[in-house]
Structures are given as structure tokens and as C-alpha cells.
């Protein structure tokens, strides 16, 4: 079958690469391009980091920790009225096998479509529409059984069938197939057991492989309907899932509208709303001052002056995750200077990133040594983030430009910053950092818009950037950004194109067993050899918040099938469908 992504030119495929920050990826800053957030604030939930207790009745780290909804006063639900909800930014689609899932689409796309699988508020994965996950003994495979009688928003069922054409279709689009295709073999990747169980074969051993169908490539269109996407593209602005919510209309960059599926599998009982509205509002600032107006109901963001707006706001509560993401900078470790580890080195050492921190987020965002905040049980405590030493930023510059001194100029090291705009808190950003630099590099700044900063830096065509990043709830979904296999092509998903073999069985070590504490050990393992790598340099752990008004009620309390709590701000990601709205 010829799909509509085989008949794709480069030009529609680097067209589309605009906007790939699928899955967890990054983008070139929050919202209007400013990067940093974290909890607090008299008025907020933060993200909260109790301890729990292990068997023996130590105390312990969490592995994840979702942000807890201030317990309400006992009130009485209401069914009806519209949710107002504002978006950073719109998706180029809604089609989960081939369009490219950020923040905005997963908001929209989790109202329309269940996953397979999703996290509870523990961040233990569970079944949704699957039934059950079975490892196939011996085998590197995983046998996926669907929950029979369920229904599209068509009136057809949903079947094994729909599960492989998404999965063909996915690993057939140039795009999508970046995050799919390194862990399946080229030839049976995927097998038909019966009518509602699907086999996945492994090139490696899996102990989480359901966590990866938490996310889009868990989202299941009707085969019919990705037939039809891929002869008609604009029917990727209407799609059809199975979810609580089904499309009504969009207008892409303006308004999406759904309204309650009658026909909801689970029934429409806990489904209180009539409808939800998605604005994207680019300026996400602008967004919290019209929910604190009570002219939208609920925004999320990570940019830290919408979120202290939210915070003193009257009428509005902010559920804020610092455990989701980190802002940082990246370099290219196969383009010069940076294919040169002095180099790398040098603008760690000499990158300010306390003044970063208090100038850009306004203390709303803790400072970052690695990808796992430290209350997390993954986090290495004796991995430290260098920076503000220029001290020993000097000889490495000085012995480097001795050896290359055509990357050099006046004794410095030429360098590129490139970062999105226009956008007045990025330029903030890039003056602090050549402020620190300047003294060692010639540094050329380089302002793109987002959607073409995000293709420079999938296709390798920058030195350094500001980027946002990792903060997975299952931290082996960060394994698709660090492994050798994604640092080769034309196209790339390890940002950095880091390869390094060791760290490869690290990652797959970890991906092979079960065993939480065998897991930690690891993950620390990687962070040392991250941090000595130099290709990042963490400055802090961003802060995705949920800011909504007095009339929305329940916002943590969506449930599963089994009265599972599903994890509550994912990376700024929400589910609605048992949200309510107060008129009182």
C-alpha cells in the first residue's frame, strides 16, 4: 500500500519537521520562547515532594511525583456547560499516526482519544482501552489484548486491525517512525493474534514496554479513517477516536471544539461536560490575565511570568510540576568547536547559570544538575551541573585555539547561539549567556522563528542552543533521546549526536529489568556519564502549570476503568473527561 507519507517530497518532510517536539521532546522554550518555572507561592499547590517508605521503613525518594489538587469543600456535581481552555500554542493536526503530538495536540488529542495504556497517579502504568499486556516468555515480544466492545465515534468497533494499520502507518511516516522504529526489527515487527490481541516484537528486551503506548503512538484512529487521512490530509484536522470528546470543528490556529461522546465506551456518567473549547494563545502571559478575568477557565504554561500572574490572581488555584522537564543548553558534539571536548567544557564553566535562574525565572524554577529533579529516587546526588567557574574556562580556550586557531578569533573561540523568537524574555536569555561567555567566545547570536529553530536542530545546523527537555514519568522514555541509534541520518532525536556504546547497554540494561533498585543504580550511571560528556549544560528543572479558575472543579480526579487516578499534569498534559464546571 502506497501511504501518504512514502509519497511525501523532502520539502513536505522538512516542512513538517517544523513542529516535531512529539512525545516528550523540546522546543526551543515555553510558550512565547522563554524558558523557566518551578513551585511555589502562598496561593499555589506545588508539586510536593513527600517522602515515602520502603520495605524496611527508610525513607526514600518517589520515583515520580504529580502535583496534588487542593482537597475542595464537598460540592455537589454539575453536568453541562463549555471548559475554556487555552493552549501555548496549536498542532498541525490531530491525526496521532501522522501528525507530530506537542503539549497543545496531546490536550486536544487526550480528549479524543484514550491511549492504550496511561499512567496512575503513582506513575505506574495501567491498562485503558487495552485489557491486558502479557511479555511473551523467551521471546522479546509483548502480546497487547484490546478491550472488546469498544466504539470509534463512527459506530465501528474497535480491533486488532485498527491497532496494526496505526502502528504501519506510524512506522511508515518519516517523522513518527524516528521514535518507532529503533526498537522493533525491519521485517515482523507486529503480528495479528486474534481480533482484539496484537502481538509487538522487540528487537530488545522490555520490562515498561506498555509505558510507550501511554503517549501518541498509543492513540488508535480507526484503520478506515487512516486510509482516508492518507489520501485526504486535511481529514488529519478532523479526526476520529474513541474517546470521551468528539470533534465538532477546528480552525487551525484559532478554535478547536468538541463535544461529549453519547456513545463513550465507559459510559457518559462521569463525563460532566457538555464540551471543551482550545484556544491557542501564543503569549501564554496574556492567557493567565484573562483566566485571572474569568474570560477563559483554564491555561496551561511553563512561563514564568503567566504562572506568577496565575499565583496572584484571586479565584485562581495553580497545580505546578517542577518533576517534568529541564531547561538547558545543548551543543552539537559533531560540528566544530563543539566536536572538541576543551571546548564543550569551556562554556560549561563559564556559563552564568545563576544569574539565568533569578533573571528569567524569577525564582518560580529550582536550579537543575541533571535530568531527574533531586527529590525523584532516579536522581544521582553527587552529579553536580558546573558552571559560573570562568576561571577554568581560560586555558581550555587558550589550549584549544593553539591547536585550531582557525575557529578562533582575537584568542576566543567563534561560536554560534541560536534560540526562538522574536520574543523579548529569549533575547534576555541569550544577553545573559554572552555576558558570561564573552570574555572566551565570539559569540553570534541567531534568532529563529520556533518552528525553524526546531528543524536546525533536528538536521544539525546549529553549534549551541536553548532548549527544553526530558521529564518523563517512566524515565526509560528517554532513552529514544539519548541512544546511538537515533544520532545517525539526516534527521536525528538524540539532539546532541552523543554516541556512546556504554552508555547504550546502560540504557538497555535498565529498559530489561523490573528490578527498581538495579534500575536506580543505573539511571545514576548515566547521569555521570552525561554530565562528563558535556553536551548539556541543566539549568533548571522547568515548571509546568495548570492555572484554572474557581468554576472548574475536579481537575486531579480523572479516573480510569478500575477507579485508577489517572497522573495529573504530565508535562503539562491533562485529561477532561471528568472535570465539571460550578455555575454557583
Partial sequence: MTSRSSRRTWAHLL????????????????????????????????????????????????????????????????????????????????N?????????????????????????????????????????????????????????????????????AAFEAQLADPLISLAVAPDYPA????????????????????????GTLTNQIGMIPPASYIAAAAEDPTMDQMPIGQGPFKIVSRAQDDRTVVER????????????????????????AIAAERVAAGDIDLVVTSNSDAI???????????????????????????????????????????????????????????MADSIFHPDLIWNNPDVVQEGNMPEMAGPLIESYCADVPENCTDGKVNIELQYSGPSVSQTRIADILTAGW???FNVTEQELLQDAHILEVATGQFQAVVWRQFGNVEPDLEVIWLECATAEGFITLNWVRWCNPERDALLYAQRATDDLDERVEIWRQ??????????????????????????????CGQ???????????????QFFHNVWLSES
Avoid at 524558558?35 to 510536593?48: F, H, Q, R, W, Y
Fill in 15 to 94: 516542512a513538517s519537521l517544523l513542529t516535531f517536539t512529539m512525545v516528550a521532546a523540546a522546543c526551543g522554550g515555553d510558550d512565547d520562547g522563554e524558558i523557566g518555572t518551578d513551585a511555589g507561592g502562598s496561593e499555589s499547590e506545588s508539586a510536593a515532594a513527600a517522602d515515602v517508605a520502603d520495605d524496611e521503613g527508610e525513607s526514600v525518594a518517589p520515583t515520580i511525583t504529580a502535583p496534588v489538587e487542593e482537597e475542595a469543600v464537598v460540592e455537589e456535581i454539575q453536568r453541562g456547560g463549555i471548559l475554556r481552555v487555552a493552549m501555548e500554542a496549536d498542532g498541525d493536526g490531530i
Fill in 96 to 164: 496521532p499516526v501522522t501528525n507530530n503530538f506537542a503539549n497543545a495536540a496531546y490536550l486536544m488529542g487526550r480528549s479524543i482519544f484514550d491511549p492504550l495504556f496511561a499512567f496512575d497517579a503513582d506513575g505506574n502504568w495501567f491498562p485503558l482501552l487495552a485489557e491486558s499486556a502479557t511479555p511473551v516468555e523467551g521471546t522479546n515480544s509483548w502480546q497487547i489484548k484490546l478491550r472488546e466492545g469498544i466504539t470509534y465515534h463512527d459506530g465501528s468497533e474497535m480491533t486488532a486491525d485498527d491497532m496494526i
Fill in 187 to 210: 521485517e515482523n515487527a507486529i503480528e495479528k493474534i486474534d481480533d482484539y490481541t496484537v502481538q509487538y516484537n522487540l528487537l530488545r528486551e522490555s520490562a515498561h514496554y506498555p
Fill in 261 to 284: 461522546n453519547e456513545d463513550y465506551w465507559q459510559g457518559t456518567d462521569n463525563i460532566h461536560l457538555d464540551g471543551i473549547e482550545f484556544l491557542p494563545i501564543t503569549d501564554t
Fill in 308 to 366: 506568577l500572574t496565575l499565583r496572584e490572581a484571586e479565584g485562581v488555584t495553580t497545580l505546578e510540576n517542577i518533576y517534568s522537564a529541564e531547561n538547558d543548553i545543548m551543543m552539537n558534539t559533531r560540528s566544530a568547536p563543539f566536536d572538541d571536548i576543551r571546548v564543550r567544557q569551556a562554556l560549561t564553566f563559564a556559563a552564568d547559570r545563576e544569574a539565568y535562574a533569578a533573571l528569567i525565572t524569577q525564582g518560580t524554577s529550582p
Fill in 438 to 440: 564573552e570574555p572566551f
Fill in 526 to 555: 548515566i547521569q555521570v556519564e552525561m554530565n562528563e560528556s558535556y553536551a548539556y549544560i541543566f539549568i533548571t528543572h522547568a515548571n509546568w502549570t495548570v492555572g484554572y479558575t474557581d468554576r472548574v472543579k475536579n481537575v
Fill in 559 to 573: 479516573m480510569g476503568p478500575n477507579g485508577e487516578t489517572l497522573f495529573c499534569n504530565e508535562q503539562g498534559r
